[in-house]
């Protein structure tokens, strides 16, 4: 026994001699006893037993005292090693080459350390970094409360991210873990629950707004979120959903208790103000409505062996207001309604665009001849016929006067005078040359040629736009009104008094249009288009050209959408001769007259509907327009009038936009309006700097030279 324990008294002190001996590798394991051993040959030491490569910091020094009584294994020994380091004021920085690196402990948290997680979080004194996610706490609020636990002059630090609500905790891997087990505790919800509270008298919206009044009244919007309880109403079942912690929503459920008491007063009066609506209108759409709810209520109390309820609307027709006499909860149903039905009803500018493109070429050549005897031809698909022209000129000629005979003895006793001719027919014949027309006779014989080419050429374009609410029918007109011959009575019955009937009928552009809002930004309009003019007279009445389109169509608001339209094209030839010698060459022109046309036309009408749900876009819409119309005044203007140079022209006051737009709107335009004169002013200043620069350049090339 005396020589064991000499052994083991002989063994201890080879080790303390040593400073430090290694086990036999077998045994993996340590004994650490040191005494005023310096630092860095005690990283030498250690870097050694665990096969390590360790980088020290050159500016690390001094002396270390340790003594252990207890072998210690590789894991141990190496949490040994870091646990000096730490009292000493170094950490180990461990590189993915398996290289150590022995550093001060403010420098390590901005070293390579490892990124721990919960499978691996890394023990004692190890550096390194966790990332810790809240689902209950604001990171920002939580993060200064952690910095006063971790070690921040040292190699701690605690930093929030607001984005992910997330916080990133750095240091010792023992405080690191104690710190995340300490958010882990902190981020809960508690005692946080939510309570319905259902109510039989009051208003779910009227019991909210007075509990929220009366919170923020005491002062308790200052309080920690989880002590000031959340109340929403649901007006569906007339219900207040409260949400806290058990003692926030007991006071909260009490106070509603306390306040869904029936009214004093057995009737309920008020006096609604409509915004949008009509009273009429709206009174009689409430009062099919309040039977029902009578009806209901009624059988639910007689069961019940409650009153009876009476609901009395009445319009206003002054102030556009309905009064209302109904209970509480009748009251509320009815307020609900009107809320959902006096609403701003969106308005729908609907611009319709007709273009119409028309030409027409008439080419016709002809050659008549006739003789007194009464041989010739004649074609009337030119004009006049050389008969018409021929017994135009014949009455023309003046007349002369017949002699005058003794009836006695027949002598000639006088002369009647002279009778001038009548131009009429020939004026008539005259006046349906179109053309050329040229005559040549000769004794006899008489030739009428006529020549006759035409091009015709029209583009209508009419772009009629009307503004009205959504499912609100409205009409357009701009044209005139034309009398039309109805009836009319002769005077061959002996009627000294014969009369006519006349009716007016409008021609112009006409637009009438029903849009109807759906659902996003589609407009269904039902729409009647058309487009009348007159033609001419015939002889009994006028004629009229009418372009009429009636059709319904779904369209987005600002899409341009094709209703309808006409492409015609239409080619005539006309010719008349005289058999065989007209279709000689060349003779055969003397014999016959020829007459070709060709007629194209293009017409479309199109559609463009613009929702406007507010008054900004009203406005903007209303601007552009009167800003047009005054620029063609001010061109006009500019212009002015021929032959009457001093003459002023009428011209639309400037558009004030800012009068119509809300604050904010104005605000950002002025911002706008200033960018847009700075950037004015530096690419001025940018061009004038260009400027002095190549006028520089070209005198620095004129001196070389």
């Known amino acids: ?330 009251m509320r149903t009815l307020e609900s309604v009107i809320n959902q039905l006096d609403i701003r009803r969106a308005q729908v500018l609907v611009e319709a665009i007709i273009v119409e493109v028309a030409e027409g070429d008439d080419v016709g050549f002809g050659i008549q001849w006739g003789t007194e005897a009464g041989g010739g031809t004649q074609f009337n698909n030119l004009g006049p016929t050389i008969g018409e022209i021929g017994a135009g000129i014949w009455n023309a000629r003046p007349k002369e006067g017949t002699f005058i005979t003794n009836p006695n003895d027949g002598k000639v006793i006088g002369q009647n005078p002279d009778t001038p001719g009548d131009i009429t027919l020939l004026a008539q014949a005259l006046g349906k040359v179109s053309g050329m027309a040229w005559g040549v006779t000769m004794g006899d014989f008489g030739a009428l040629m006529q020549a006759v080419s035409s091009d015709t050429n029209s583009n209508v374009l009419a772009t009629p736009s009307i503004t009205t609410l959504d499912n609100q029918e409205a009409s357009f007109i701009v044209g005139d009104e034309v009398p039309v011959l109805t009836g009319a009575q002769n005077s061959s019955n002996g009627n000294s008094n014969p009369f006519q009937t006349v009716e007016r009928k409008e021609v112009g552009v006409k637009l009438k249009v029903i849009p109807q809002i759906n659902e996003g930004t589609s407009v269904k309009l039902t729409i009647e288009q058309e487009v009348s003019g007159i033609n001419g007279k015939t002889g009994v009445d006028v004629t009229f050209a009418t372009r009429r389109l009636t059709t319904t169509v779904m369209a987005d608001s600002g899409q341009i959408v094709v209703l309808g339209g006409l492409i015609n094209e239409e080619v005539q030839e006309s010719v008349q001769k005289v058999p065989f010698l007209g279709d000689i060459p060349i003779i055969g022109h003397l014999f016959k007259s020829s007459s070709s046309g060709k007629k194209k036309k293009n017409l479309m009408v199109f559609i463009k509907p613009t929702i406007i749900r507010d008054g900004v876009t009203m406005e903007g819409i209303a601007g552009r327009k009167y800003n047009y119309f005054r620029a063609l005044q001010l061109e006009q203007q500019e212009r002015g009038v021929n032959l009457m140079p001093n003459t002023q022209v009428p011209v639309l006051e400037q558009w004030n936009q800012a009068e119509y737009l809300a604050p904010e709107v104005n605000d950002i335009l002025e911002r706008y309006k200033e960018g847009r004169g700075l950037d004015t002013k530096m690419r001025k200043t940018d061009s004038t700097l260009k400027t002095l620069e190549k006028n520089k350049q070209k005198d620095a090339g004129h001196e070389h030279e």
Do not use: C
């Open 1 to 330: 026994m005396k020589k064991k324990g000499f052994r083991r008294s002989l063994i201890a002190t080879v080790v303390a001699g040593a400073a430090f001996m290694a086990q036999p590798a077998w045994s993996e394991q340590y004994a650490a006893n040191f005494k005023g051993t310096d630092i860095q040959e005690f990283i030498n030491i250690v870097g050694k037993n665990l096969d390590k490569t360790i980088i020290v910091d050159p500016s690390i020094r001094g002396k270390i005292n340790v003594r252990s009584y207890d072998l210690l294994n590789d894991e141990q020994y190496y949490q040994f090693f870091l646990n000096v380091l730490q009292v000493y004021g170094y950490a180990v920085v461990e590189m993915e080459n398996n290289i150590l690196k022995v550093v001060k402990d403010k420098d390590a948290k901005v070293a390579n350390i490892r990124v721990a997680d919960d499978k691996h979080p890394g023990l004692g004194d190890e550096m390194v970094t966790r990332i810790v996610a809240l689902y209950n706490t604001e990171a920002k609020q939580l993060a200064p409360l952690l910095r006063q636990l971790n070690d921040n002059a040292g190699g701690g630090n605690v930093v929030n991210y607001d984005p992910s609500n997330v916080l990133m905790i750095t240091g010792r891997a023992a405080v690191v873990n104690k710190l995340v087990d300490i958010v882990r505790r902190v981020d809960k919800q508690g005692d946080v629950s939510t309570q319905v509270v259902n109510l039989k008298h009051a208003s779910a919206g009227e019991i909210v707004r007075i509990v929220e009044s009366l919170y923020r009244s005491s002062g308790n919007q200052a309080q920690m979120p989880g002590q000031a309880p959340k109340i929403v109403a649901d007006e569906r079942i007339n219900a207040v959903i409260v949400s806290g912690d058990e003692k926030s929503r007991d006071r909260v459920v009490s106070l509603i208790h306390k306040l869904d008491e029936e009214q004093a007063s057995n009737g309920n009066t008020k006096v609604r103000y409509l915004r949008y609506a009509n009273a009429e209108d709206l009174e009689k759409v409430l009062t099919g409505f309040a039977e029902k709810l009578e009806e209901n209520k009624d059988g639910g109390k007689s069961r019940s062996g409650g009153r009876d309820s009476k609901i009395n609307i009445m319009a206003h027709v002054e102030t556009n207001a309905l009064v209302i006499s109904a209970d509480p909860d009748q």
